[in-house]
């Protein structure tokens, strides 16, 4: 097949009919409402309280107010031609402390939410886990404790009983790896937990958890097209020797690899990052019948690449990351360097398991500073951004690999994390003060190519 010419103008004809354009959210970045209507804490309530967890001691407790404003926000969604919407169900609403009493107001939002959704026309396409753990599991253990199977099928149970008549695309968690990474072994992410000790076994019980859930929806949810999302970087060596090539390969273990491969059958990469072997202290017999899933697609996101480097004193992995702020390239306001072929080398590395049927890229975007003049957001910089990137899946699609959906993060800018508000990732500027919403240039430029 010819490959496409990255200088191509893009034309949403070129994708093909049946490619899903969409957008991506996540609860606890943008509903607020915290506590409203009988939702319990999650550990990004309870984390955010903290001092000096999330940057300028930001808190997720009002967000985007999408829990109030979701009609106005889907007319956004549906005014900017974008048909699928991604959003994700906070298990606290549902459940306040995790498991037990339901709480009924939780599952009228959400069922409001797809209702008008779907009136509008636009597809909903749910995360069931995008990292909001009821606090009162966190106490219990969270991640680190087996019984989570148990909880989160039961969550998934609901879920699926619920709201399974109307939604078919189910993404049963989001990126593993950060929430694992972020919140268990490095604790910059809540519930800000440390250490190979708790690191492992969160690891374990959330492939067992994402298994288990898959399987519930599998039973409950005729026709649902079932996957999970993974975040992924392009890798490469910071220098032609083989320290950094041995370096850059434990590196891709970790990053690309952790969840995806269990998940399809192929077991940890523990030949690869010797430290991970630790994990089998937190398997039990019978356990590898429920490491992997037949998944409908897979979710892809990426954002940038990394450079990796031979580094003796980094514990465990040998490696480092060569940060972007030193390598003189262009930067997004995460201080990620702008690098579109990622994208297609993720979807080719993806690609080639050939036990994947279908690849969606579930999330990539940009934050940068963007700024309101005479009440517009010219963001030339997110423009070209996401043109590059998407140039770079056309072109993985015209070379064969079986991409079929993109989707942008983010509708909103949103809280994004432990970085707080400051990283605007969205086509519409929020002002949060008001909640008043710009459509930034970005969202027009999206809105005209899907036009
Ligand atoms: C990945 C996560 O799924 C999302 O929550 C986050 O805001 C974006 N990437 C940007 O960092």
Known sequence: MDTANLDTPLSKE???????????????????????????????????????????????????????RYKDDVDLVKALNITNFRFSIAWSRILPTGTGEVNQAGIDYYNDLINYCLQQGVEPWVTIYHWDLPHALEEKGGWTNREIVNWFSNFVEICAQNFGDRVKY???????????????????????????????????????????????????????????????????????????????????????????????GLGYPTDEVTALKGIYKYVQPGDEANMSFDFDFIGIQNYTRE???????????????????DRG??????????????????????NAYPQIKKLIITENGAAFPDVVFDGQVDDQKRINYLQTHLQQVLKAKQDGYNVQGYFVWTLTDNFEWAEGYHPRFGLVYVNFETQQRIVKASGHWLANLLR
């Open 329 to 350: 390239v262009e930067l997004t306001d995460m201080k990620w360097e702008v690098y579109p072929p990622s994208i297609y080398h993720m979807i080719k590395k993806f």
């Open 170 to 264: 189910w993404m049963v968690m989001n990126e593993p790896a950060v929430f694992t990474g972020a919140g268990y072994f490095l604790g910059i992410h809540a519930p800000g937990r440390m250490g190979l000790r708790n690191f492992l076994p969160a690891i374990h019980h959330v492939v067992l958890s994402i298994v288990a859930g898959a399987r519930i929806l599998r039973e409950l949810v005729a026709d649902a097209q079932i996957g999970n999302t993974f975040s992924c970087s392009y890798i490469e060596p910071y220098a032609d020797k083989p320290r950094h090539f041995k370096a850059a390969k434990r590196a891709d273990a970790l990053i690309n690899r952790l969840y995806i491969e269990p998940l399809l």
């Open 14 to 68: 070129l994708f093909g009919d049946d490619f899903a354009w969409g957008v991506s959210t996540a609860a606890l970045q943008i509903e607020g409402s915290c506590d409203a209507d009988g939702k319990g804490p999650s550990i990004w309530d309870t984390f955010s309280a903290k001092k000096g967890k999330i940057l300028n001691g930001h808190s997720p407790s009002t967000a985007c107010d999408f829990y109030t």
């Open 307 to 325: 450079i990796v480097k031979y580094s003796f004193f980094t514990p465990y992995i040998g490696a480092s990351l060569v940060k972007a702020e």
